[in-house]
């Protein structure tokens, strides 16, 4: 399988915190990797260097091949080849349901309004938000945004689709919806980087389980081997106080 | 009696009355147009973010340039103000300005001092996520700030922007130093041909309630226009 993303002994320091530790790791084409961890242990900034939301101290991100880092001018070029979800949705509050959708597709990748719209209804059927179009973010639930959020990501047609905690700040009766959808992606063949807390989503879902603490990977693997026989102390210890 | 006296002003004067509101309401709309419009250009290169390149050291010479402009014309009074620019101009670099001109001139620069940091403030107060999911899907800079950071700017600083406009209305009555002919300045020569001050005055403060009300009701209405409808409308689906 082609490696779509490589990540090299990647740092990340803010100020004299030491975030990331020498990270080394890959995902490869049609992949479904999940980090796991406790809070503070880096696998949100990590996501975030990914798409140089955060910029890295030092390391290598390889994209296809190039070395991101030392290309930094083409920073926008590449991050629309990366799809991106947030905790907090982050959806347009000034632009509707369908032009959040549309605005990067003409804007950024110079699509015509009618190619965009097309595509933009397609992935919000997708998930379930075609009846929506009209709306304005104010006027969504918590679940409702978050997949418009992911249509939006979806409509920029990415390599990767990365999620950072997409279901933390939801109510518990609107995470099923997201994961649901979510789900269907995965199964769709999609590359995706998701950060998450919800284990069982994640042992369904996952081809990979990294686990990292500290700022370091940990260990990874399959979910059986991460979740059921996990190797190390801190993997331990850490699912011992998350199934407790 | 006083009633008798303001009804034969403004029979006798109602043509002048009418003609100074609108020199008044002139100066203050286009005076607010472009102090916003300066407000914009002041506030967005008060907050480009930091980068490396060397364009920064001219970044800096200009953010210090337009500190001092919004210093002096916030720290000091549009009445002083006018003088300043009107006189000054002719006398620093031989510039006649009409009066009118001089006007719009002196409530737009005031205006922009005020509406830069409003501006500034309306950048600053929009979520970090905003720039981010732009960020995210491939945005420039300036991208980011056109398609949907400046949109919420502008609703959200359209009230502050409005009291803008209601002070300049009232304002304007500083800038008689000059000659203006504006509404306060018609009101005085009236007043003294008349002999009648309470009475052009009374009339004068009505006609001056009467523009900022309606200032404020047609601001409202903005507002609400701007939101978009309270609720939306489902699309049928098949």
Same mark, same amino acid.
């Given at each position: ?12 320091? #803010?100020?004299?915190?030491? *975030? /990331? ?39 290598? $991100? ?40 549309? *605005?990067? !597709? ?78 269907? /992606? ?31 990977? *940990? ?15 801190? @993997? ?6 998350? #199934?407790? | ?5 303001? $009804? ?15 020199? @008044? =309401? ?18 967005? $290169?008060?907050?480009?973010?930091? @980068?490396?390149?060397?364009? !920064?050291?001219?970044?800096?010479? *200009? ?8 210093? #002096? ?21 031989? $510039? ?53 950071? =400046? ?74 226009? =701007?939101?978009?409808? !309270? ?8």
């Amino acid at each position: 399988m082609e490696t779509v993303i490589d990540i090299k002994h990647l740092s990340k320091s #803010f100020g004299s915190n030491e *975030v /990331l530790k020498d990270v080394n790791f890959e995902v490869k084409k049609g992949e479904v990797v999940t980090l796991i961890g406790s809070s503070g242990s880096g696998k949100s900034t990590l996501l975030r260097c990914v798409n140089l939301l955060e910029t890295p101290n030092g390391g290598e $991100i390889i994209y296809k091949g190039n070395d991101i880092l030392k290309e930094m001018k083409n920073v926008e070029q590449y991050r629309t080849h990366l799809g991106m979800v947030f905790q907090q949705f982050n959806l347009f509050n000034n632009l509707t349901v369908l032009d959040n959708c549309i *605005v990067g !597709q003409v804007k950024v990748l110079k699509r015509s309004k009618a190619e965009a719209i097309k595509v933009a209804e397609e992935y919000l059927q997708l998930v379930g938000m075609e009846a929506y179009v009209n709306a304005r973010p104010r006027q969504l639930s918590g679940g409702q945004k978050q997949r418009v959020a992911i249509a939006r990501a979806l409509c920029m047609n990415p390599d990767v689709m990365l999620f950072d905690e997409p279901t933390s700040a939801l109510d518990p009766e609107m995470v099923g919806e997201v994961l649901k959808v979510m789900r269907k /992606l995965a199964d769709d063949g999609n590359t995706m980087l998701i950060v998450t807390h919800e284990m069982q989503f994640a042992r369904e879902v996952s081809d990979r389980i990294v686990f990292m603490d500290k700022g370091v990977i *940990v260990e990874q693997g399959t979910p059986d081997e991460v979740l059921l026989n996990p190797q190390h102390d801190r @993997t331990k210890a850490f699912l011992q106080r998350t #199934f407790a | 009696m006083s009633l008798d006296w303001i $009804i034969s002003i403004v029979e006798n004067n109602w043509h002048l009355l009418l003609r100074a509101m609108g020199i @008044t =309401l002139l100066i203050a709309l286009i005076g607010t147009v472009i102090g916003a419009l300066i407000g914009f250009v002041i506030g967005i $290169i008060d907050t480009i973010p930091k @980068t490396k390149s060397p364009k !920064q050291v001219l970044l800096k010479v *200009v953010r210090f340039i337009l500190a001092c402009y919004v210093e #002096f014309f916030r720290g000091t009074p549009m009445m002083v103000q006018a003088m300043v620019v009107y006189y000054g101009l002719d006398m620093a670099l031989g $510039i006649d300005l009409n009066i009118l001109t001089a006007g719009i001139l002196v409530v737009s620069l005031n205006t922009g001092a005020y509406m830069a940091e409003i501006v500034r403030g309306g950048i600053v107060s929009i979520d970090k996520g905003q720039y981010e999911a732009a960020q995210a899907i491939g945005m420039s800079h300036v991208q980011t700030m056109m398609h949907v950071v =400046l949109p919420q700017v502008g609703r959200n600083i359209l009230p502050a922007t409005g009291n803008q406009l209601i002070m300049n209305i009232k304002d304007t009555a500083v800038l008689s130093v000059i000659g203006v002919n504006e509404l306060f300045f018609q009101t005085k020569s009236i007043a003294g041909a008349n002999f009648r001050y309470f009475e052009a005055f009374f009339i004068a403060s009505i006609l001056y309630l009467v523009m900022t009300f309606t200032a404020t009701r047609i601001l409202r209405w903005m507002e609400r226009r =701007l939101d978009g409808p !309270q609720a939306f409308e489902k699309k049928e689906v098949a």
